[in-house]
């Protein structure tokens, strides 16, 4: 069965503090990617990554890195959290097009409050 | 720029139809859908491709009107399992971009008994 597990469903955090989040997939997907959802504002891409090392900036990557060392890994880092980033995360995976099914498969995401 | 979803949000009672809308201003090559239930992840109803045909199951299916560069998903005869948001997933004029979409605000759907 096809498994993303993300590493917290809710954190809390201060302003100013460096945040890490972890995302892990079982599935040898090549492509990773995280999202921020707002009430209103759908699904938005922050980062995404299609190999080991290599990271493209999606939509909104101000205020956000991420780091993927390992295949199954993709980790998002907030360097000095801010209230705005206050949201719902959602990481996702997707199998190179034509090697499998077209859809992304979604982690359970983690609801970040920063105080 | 994100596609537009048209309703922001519909109640409809149990058997009841509903369209939900995707527009996007740039040409699209694939529509995806998925639908969120309340604290769950999103989860994949089906992929429309350019030049594909329609869409779905018995109930759920769905078009693409590339000349318009709109989707529209069509739920039949709704049942209470079909509540949450629905979210259109827009691809590029290349599939070939490792599946990045770009996700519309999305529309709250709930139905009622």
Redesign the interface.
Known sequence: DVKVTQSSRYLVKRTGEKVFLECVQDMDHENMFWYRQDPGLGLRLIYFSYDVKMKEKGDIPEGYSVSREKKERFSLILESASTNQTSMYLCATFHQPGQGSNEQFFGPGTRLTVL | Q?PV?SP?AVILREGEDAVINCSSSKALY?V?W?RQKHG?????LM?LLKGGEQKGHEKISASFNEKKQQSSLYLTASQLSYSGTY?C?TGGVS??Q?????????TELSVKP
């Open positions: 994100q979803q922001q694939s995806h998925y769950e992840a999103p989860v994949f992929i979210f997933g599939y070939n490792g599946g990045k979409l770009i996700f519309g605000q999305g």
